[in-house]
């Protein structure tokens, strides 16, 4: 029996943004802040090297608004603006990419962890062993027995499904279900007031679902959660919408341009001593 096929799918913006702010005042000579750019690179090159994947891609945001922002104007709304030291450097790091001939899938409209979800479906229909490198919590709600999380946490910890059950005593795909009763800080998620995490999870645990939970308001001994779920049942209705992830993003995969092999190496290190990355240049 041939051993399945490997697909590492890398959350770009996450990696990006935890290498600018791991990373302080790293600059070329000219003053080009390039600090994402080198820690991004540093983490591309370790799974390229340590996981050794037979298929690669890496998904980002684009700054246009979502579908989400459509229909929940506040959608990470207390979100702080991206810095301009790392705007800038966002083109730099997928010209990088594209040196080592890794695709890149972005779509307006979509965030990142949409197109990760699509990736990861599709790849598993080709019956790949997904892995998505991401620190994003929301993307768990997608781990199956051929889709994994690696998440950047005291080195990577893997989060199969046995990983997520034990973390949040329910099975993945109920995690949008707990987002929605809890709602999500983070990306201003509104979920139902006075209900955390806790409580939503026991609440999904008993009642199965969301749905179960609204259709079984007059069981739930808490007075105040019981006017709670009332008054603000639309409210999760609408955040679950929010927490869901599209696994059906209309995006262009062509997984043969995902297979790795050989990239241009001496464009990679022309373009790694243009950015005094001396350290990273290949031999």
Same mark, same amino acid.
């Given at each position: ?33 390039? =600090? ?35 229909? %929940?104007?506040?959608?990470?709304? =207390?979100?702080? #603006? ?48 997904? %892995? ?82 609204? #259709? ?48 241009? #190496? ?11 990355? =001396? ?5």
């Amino acid at each position: 029996m041939s051993q399945k096929k490997s697909l590492y799918l890398i959350d770009g913006n996450s990696y990006a943004y935890r290498s600018f702010y791991a990373i302080k005042e790293l600059k070329t000579k000219e003053g080009l802040p390039t =600090n994402a750019v080198y820690g991004f690179t540093v983490s591309l090159t370790k799974i390229l090297r340590m996981k050794k994947p037979d298929y690669i891609g890496v998904a980002f945001d684009l700054p246009e608004p979502t579908f989400r922002h459509k229909e %929940f104007a506040s959608y990470k709304a =207390n979100r702080p #603006k991206m810095p301009d030291d790392l705007i800038v450097q966002f083109p730099i790091l997928k010209e990088v990419i594209r040196a080592f001939s890794i695709s890149i899938f972005e779509m307006g409209g979509y965030e990142a962890d949409d197109i990760l979800a699509t990736l990861a479906k599709g790849g598993e229909k080709q019956g790949f062993d997904v %892995f998505i490198m991401s620190p994003d919590k929301d993307l768990l709600q997608i781990v199956t027995d051929n889709i994994r999380i690696i998440r950047p946490i005291k080195g990577d910890t893997v989060f199969d499904k046995e990983m997520v059950c034990k973390k949040y005593g329910v099975e993945p795909e109920k995690l949008v279900d707990i987002a929605a009763l809890g709602g999500d800080s983070s990306d201003n998620v509104p979920g139902v007031p006075g209900i955390g995490e806790k409580t939503a999870s026991k609440l999904v645990k008993q009642f199965g679902s969301l749905k179960g939970v609204l #259709k079984n308001i007059d069981k739930i001994p808490s007075e105040k959660i019981r006017k709670n779920l009332s008054q603000f049942s639309h409210q999760a209705e609408l955040s679950r919408r929010l927490v869901c992830l599209k696994a059906d993003v209309p995006i262009k995969i062509c997984w043969e341009d995902c297979r790795i092999g050989d990239f241009d #190496k001496s464009k990679v290190n022309r373009l790694f001593a243009e950015l005094n990355f =001396n350290k990273l240049i290949l031999t």
